[in-house]
Nanobody
Framework: QVQLVESGGGLVQAGGSLRLSCAAS????????MAWFRQAPGKEREFVAA????????DYAESVKGRFTISRDNVKNTVLLQMNSLKPEDTAVYYC?????????????????WGQGTQVTVSS
């Protein structure tokens, strides 16, 4: 079992940067593929980025490619999301998630474990 706790959200101006962190508990962290999703008010939860269990393979939503970077540290049991060139449309609650399937990584219904979320607000 994996427990996830996100941090690092906040208020930033457009064009600024934030780094989100997800701390995982449980000795099987390295067995899970990790992802970030986000949900804006009135919208469905959407895929942002994922990395496989080693961090060697990554995937990004088209809307964040070139601006966001996902990484993980299997010794510290953490997953990071570096967000640069932020836009007002990036405003959402960001969630960290863990799953054993890489094939279905963009589907939030497939994920076994979720954090509580951290709010990111980008002002124009």
């Amino acid at each position: 079992q994996v427990q996830l706790v996100e941090s690092g959200g906040g208020l930033v101006q457009a064009g600024g940067s934030l780094r989100l962190s997800c701390a995982a508990s449980g000795r099987t962290f390295s067995a899970y593929h990790m992802a970030w999703f986000r949900q804006a008010p009135g919208k469905e939860r959407e895929f942002v980025a994922a990395c496989n269990w080693r961090g060697a393979d990554t995937d990004y939503a088209e809307s964040v490619k070139g601006r966001f970077t996902i990484s993980r540290d299997n010794v510290k049991n953490t997953v990071l999301l570096q967000m640069n060139s932020l836009k007002p449309e990036d405003t959402a609650v960001y969630y960290c998630a863990a799953d054993r399937s890489w094939v279905r990584r963009v589907n939030p219904d497939e994920y076994d474990y979720w954090g509580q979320g951290t709010q990111v607000t980008v002002s124009s």
